[in-house]
């Protein structure tokens, strides 16, 4: 049975197909929204996708990447640099030379050789007061030098009393180097008078070319103190044939004249005393006369 369909049902087709045409505009809306969507969520996977490829370089290659950052990156803030102030640098002045302390023995053994007696002294020199002598043939035993020159500082073996002898060539034969000897003061084993406690007066020394005097006053003394020896004593370090040397003058007389020539780089200088028979007056200096060239 076929059923007839009617005005009505024409108009409510009509009417759906006039609302389907109202709807369009907003179906169109939407489709646009949609797609602005997803494009931004296609570019914000984009995004992502660099950022892991950046993160992905930084981690295989860092210096690359700090190479990039330096060129596209500023600095979020400033760091400042210490800088160093400026060395010195070391001339061959301000490195000193470091002194050798040298070594020396202790003692040696040496052989009096001389003829008759070797004279044992108070001081490094012939006008010096005698204490003893040693005989020839005796081995005694050194324990010290006298500086720039060939007197020793010696005592019997196994002895206390020590006193000066010459150790020049003629005098003793000795077992060793005498220079390996430690220099010791001249005045060791001086006997100091107990009386005579001022140093001598008037002292004074002059040059003629090469030779120096020194004068002084004489010594007055007591009855009885007179030492019978060579009572005033000139301890004098001068050049000689180009060498420092020292030497020990004595005089009877109220001068003693020293040869003192040019050729050493130490200066000359000089002291004098006068002797009793208890032992020395305090030496006093001598204003030494400057060399002429």
Known sequence: MHLFKGPAQSLSRASRCAATRDEIPMMKIKISSLLETRHRTLLQRSTLAVLFVALFVSACAPNALAAID???LAPA???????LAPTATP???DTPTPNVTPTYVESLRAKVIVEGRLSCRFGPGQPYLYKFSFAKGTTIELLGRMEYSHWVLARAIGGTNRCWVNGGPGYLEI?????????????????WSPYYTNGMSGVSASRDRNTVTVRYNGLVLRAGD??????????AWVCQNGEFVFTAEGSYNFAIEVVDEPGCVQPSHGRVAAA???GYTPFVEVEWPLKIY
């Open 175 to 191: 077992n060793g180097d005498p220079i390996s000897l430690a220099p010791v003061d001249p005045h060791i084993v001086i006997a």
């Open 77 to 83: 803030t400033e760091t400042a640099t210490q800088t």
């Open 276 to 278: 009793e028979k208890h």
């Open 226 to 235: 007179d030492s019978e020896q060579t009572p005033y004593l000139l301890e």
């Open 91 to 93: 001339t061959s002045t």
């Open 70 to 72: 330096t060129q596209t």
